[in-house]
């Protein structure tokens, strides 16, 4: 999930922390992180429509163990499907079917370890699944929110109105929503993390990950994660992190190194890309989000005046409705 390469890029300034280094504190959740991993310890019983409720075990221990080292959890449930994000669902939908085609195949055939591992790829946290783990967080009261779209925005927004001190998720995005404080790689045996502050970015050099981060801002880290491809946007062929580093490095902006690839030639670049780029990044700015201190739909950064809104920026970052679901699942 997230950016292809990111994380490696940024392996510099990772650092393995206990759980416990994190006591006092609230961090955000991202449910279907922890939904995702726990249904592949159970996935041919739910691709076979077989009644179980291991993946809700799987995250609840996950919830204990922060409670244990004295971490107050605030859990984070993706919400409605966003415009933006149609095509990378359909591809995985497709990829989804496919899997459970073939798991059935090998299972006539017999070959049932071989199913298991296809299995585990075909299945996907659904809506139920969501809610049961809610009744188990409710039973515990444990806090949690469904949000009007994605989790990855709203854990951002959490952050950024103080109300979490940091985030739990596998998704590199995180980094490039802004995020100040983001644990990855959560080892339930060791209660660790790999943990990354916002504030190491500077101290990313070219000797380490083939980039320097050193005086670049958040725009230019944006810029640099959307040109490399992104959830809401597909790479151009052939360029990847690295790639954009160098272009925006040599070019400064988007519109000219994007100008610079199609004078060179070597590379494709899909008509509208500029169009289409732009977009993208007021996904990234300008999400819908459930603000819990005002109980209400609001954006993860207001859009400038100048910068203009219309239909289909609306669509893309989610639409407004004074009738906002997210409320029934806050607590």
């Not at 950016?3 to 609230?26: P, V």
């Not at 310890?41 to 993946?55: F, P, V, W």
Request: proline share 4%; glycine share 8%.
């Amino acid at each position: 999930m997230g950016i292809c390469g990111l994380l490696g890029l940024l392996k510099s300034i990772q650092t393995t922390k206990h759980l416990s280094d994190f006591a006092g504190q609230t961090l955000a959740v991202d449910a279907y992180v922890w939904l995702h991993r726990g249904i592949h310890t159970c996935a041919t019983e739910l691709a076979t429509g077989k009644s179980t409720k291991k993946y809700v075990d799987y995250a609840m221990q996950r919830i204990r163990l922060l409670r244990h080292h004295k971490v107050q959890p605030y859990v984070v449930f993706d919400g409605g499907p966003l415009p933006a994000k149609r095509s990378t669902e359909r591809d995985r939908k497709q990829r989804r079917e496919e899997n459970l085609a073939r798991a059935k195949a090998l299972t006539a055939e017999g070959k049932h370890s071989q199913a298991r591992e296809f299995y585990a790829k075909c299945v996907d946290v659904t809506p139920q699944m969501a809610f049961q783990f809610i009744k188990a967080l409710r039973a515990e009261g444990i806090q949690y929110i469904v949000a009007p779209y994605e989790a990855d925005a709203q854990m951002a927004y959490l952050e950024r109105i103080g109300l979490v001190d940091g985030i739990i998720t596998e998704d590199s995005d995180l980094l490039v929503f802004g995020c100040r404080n983001v644990l990855f790689k959560f080892d339930f045996a060791s209660s660790t993390v790999a943990y990354i502050s916002r504030t190491d970015f500077g101290s990313v050099t070219a000797a380490e990950g083939g980039i320097s981060l050193a005086g670049w801002t958040d725009t230019q880290f944006r810029a640099m994660a959307i040109l490399s491809g992104c959830d809401y946007l597909p790479s151009i062929p052939g360029v990847g992190l690295k790639t954009a580093w160098s272009l925006l490095r040599k070019h400064r902006s988007v519109a000219q190194a994007v100008r610079a690839l199609r004078l060179e030639g070597k590379k494709p670049v899909p008509k509208g890309y500029i169009e289409a780029f732009g977009l993208a990044e007021k996904v990234f700015l300008h999400q819908r989000v459930y603000c819990p201190l005002e109980e209400k739909l609001v954006n993860l950064t207001d859009i400038p005046v100048e910068e203009g809104y219309d239909a289909e920026v609306e669509a893309y970052v989610g639409r407004y409705s004074t009738s906002c679901p997210t409320s029934i699942f806050c607590n």
